[in-house]
Nanobody, 128 residues
C-alpha cells in the first residue's frame, strides 16, 4: 500500500505557473504507475496526465497537452506536475493517484478504474 499527499496548490493569475508535488510513503514509488486527476465543482473527476513506472512513457489529455508536464523522482518518492500557461478553466482540486502496482515498466494507465490509491487533493485556483 502507498500513501499519497499532494502539495503546491494555490492561487495564481491566468498565464502563470504552478508546480504540484505528490509525496509517497509506504511502498516504494517505483512499484506504481502514477497519474494526476482534477475535479472542478459540479464536475466528475477528470484524468489529465500519467507516467509509467520508469518515466519512459507519459500521456496527457488534450486540454493540458503542451502546457502541463508530469514527471517523477523515484529516489525521492515524489511525483510532480508542472503547470504552465494556466487558464481559468484549470481551476479544480488536483489529485495524484497510483495504480495497483507492478505493471509493465512502460505501461501508462489512462482510466480512473486503473488507479487504486489516492491523495487527498490540493486546490488550484486560476484567476482571470
Amino acid at each position: 500500500q502507498v500513501q499519497l499527499v499532494e502539495f503546491g496548490g494555490g492561487l495564481v493569475q491566468a498565464g502563470g505557473s504552478l508546480r504540484l508535488s505528490c509525496a509517497a510513503s509506504g511502498r516504494t514509488l517505483s512499484y506504481y504507475a502514477m497519474g494526476w486527476f482534477r475535479q472542478a465543482p459540479g464536475n466528475e473527476r477528470e484524468f489529465i496526465a500519467a507516467i509509467s513506472r520508469n518515466s519512459g512513457r507519459t500521456y496527457y489529455t488534450a486540454s493540458v497537452k503542451g502546457r502541463f508536464t508530469i514527471s517523477r523522482d523515484n529516489g525521492k518518492s515524489t511525483l510532480y506536475l508542472q503547470m504552465n500557461m494556466l487558464k481559468s478553466e484549470d481551476t479544480a482540486v488536483y489529485f495524484c493517484a497510483a495504480d495497483s502496482g507492478n505493471s509493465d515498466s512502460y505501461y501508462v494507465p489512462k482510466t480512473t478504474s486503473e488507479y487504486h490509491n489516492w491523495g487527498q487533493g490540493t486546490q488550484v485556483t486560476v484567476s482571470s
